[in-house]
């Protein structure tokens, strides 16, 4: 943004891509910084879209929604709503009204001026689907239409934990191998917004990464390491999982 704060940042939403949705509230140079996982790098798609109004006032008052975006999963319970408002030629100021859940409009913070972003932190909600509905309003005082009703998903747990084992199969305390480390997981789940990815690490105490840092294997529910390593003789390691939901929360096994 103009004044080079972070804004936002996301890891994994979709899978093992990342999504940012963000209410731009003053005009400037944003910039977006893309890294890959660990050490990798190369080539990667980045795809943008924008709903900022860029006309001027009409005779009614215009509402672009914001976040959530239709689908969206977010990970607390009082998401902040957003949306870009225009007032009419009879208007001075403007803001936006949002009806989550059909429980009546509520008001969004004004924007003076042409046009902005108007935001409304939300009440708490529950675990699980919601909807809105959003219009502007401004002081002439005139109204826009409604906009179509956005679904998103509340997901502000974790997932739930699961069970490691080491080896490909049923859990081993003890392998005659020095070169190759092994493990398999399950009972990992999430009811609102799904498991989207596992990453799992290696390391010579719970939960540590001495051996390997935490590296991602999709939606796989096993893995071993490559290339070979150099394993010592009598020491004991540690397989953690990590699982990760579609809001980004995490959970750790080891």
């Known amino acids: 943004d103009p004044s080079n704060a972070l804004l936002a940042s996301n890891d994994d939403t979709c899978g093992l891509q990342a999504q940012i949705v963000y209410a731009i509230a003053a005009a400037g140079v944003y910039k977006i910084a893309v890294s890959g996982f660990s050490s990798s790098s190369g080539t990667y798609t980045l795809s943008y879209s924008s709903n900022v109004p860029n006309s001027p006032p009409q005779a009614t008052p215009q ?28 208007g001075t100021t403007v803001h936006a009204e949002f009806n989550v859940d059909g429980a009546g409009f509520v008001d969004g913070s004004v924007v003076a001026g042409d046009f902005g972003s108007s935001t409304l932190v939300s009440a708490p909600l529950a675990d699980g689907p919601h909807s809105y509905v959003v219009r502007a309003h401004d002081d002439a005082p005139l109204f826009s239409a409604s906009s179509a009703v956005i679904n998103f998903t509340v997901d502000s747990s974790p997932p739930a934990a699961g069970t490691v084992n080491d080896g490909l199969g ?5 392998q005659s191998g020095r070169t190759v480390i092994a493990a398999n997981w399950s009972g990992f789940s999430d009811p609102q917004s799904a498991i989207t990815s596992y990453a799992w690490a290696i390391g010579t105490s719970p939960g540590g990464t001495q051996v390997q840092g935490f590296t991602s294997v999709g939606t796989a529910t096993r893995a071993n390491t490559s290339p070979v390593l150099a394993l010592a003789q009598s020491l004991r390691y540690y397989v953690t999982v990590r699982a990760t939901n579609g809001a980004g929360l995490q959970t750790l096994v080891t």
């Not at 049923?170 to 003890?174: L, N």
Request: no cysteine; proline share 9%; aromatic share 4%.
């Open 63 to 90: 509402v672009f929604p914001g976040t959530p975006a239709n689908g969206a999963i977010v990970a607390t319970a009082t998401p902040t709503l957003s949306a870009s408002v225009v007032r009419s030629t009879s």
């Open 170 to 174: 049923v859990d081993i305390d003890v």
